[in-house]
Nanobody, 119 residues
Framework: QVRLVESGGGLVQPGGSLRLSCEAS?????LGWYREAPGKQRELVAA???????VYADSVQDRFTISRDHSRHTAYLQMNFLRPEDTAVYYC????????????????WGQGTQVTVSS
């Protein structure tokens, strides 16, 4: 069982920045983040493969950047120009094969971290 440990998150003003980190207990095919806001469907925010291929939700394109450090089994989500609508619980996810990555069907979930964007 792969374990995912998240850090980062918190309260930030609109237009500000935050960085989330997710450390996996072993190297897996892809890491990413989902988010869930009250009253909204859970959505994929971004994901990165071992080959550093990335995908982003349209709503965060050009504002968020996902990256990966293989030596530390860690992925990072740099979030810039944050908006109130980015407020949500962010979950780190792991996908162990290309199939679960393409299907956007994570095999592993982190505990979640709250991101609140408010003045």
């Amino acid at each position: 069982q792969v374990r995912l440990v998240e850090s980062g998150g918190g309260l930030v003003q609109p237009g500000g920045s935050l960085r989330l980190s997710c450390e996996a207990s072993e190297l897996i095919f892809a890491l990413g983040w989902y988010r869930e806001a009250p009253g909204k469907q859970r959505e994929l925010v971004a994901a990165v493969t071992r080959a550093h291929n990335t995908v982003y939700a349209d709503s965060v394109q050009d504002r968020f950047t996902i990256s990966r450090d293989h030596s530390r089994h860690t992925a990072y989500l740099q979030m810039n120009f944050l908006r109130p609508e980015d407020t949500a619980v962010y979950y780190c996810v792991g996908m162990k094969t290309i199939h679960t990555y393409v299907d956007r069907n994570p095999d592993y979930w982190g505990q979640g971290t709250q991101v609140t964007v408010s003045s």
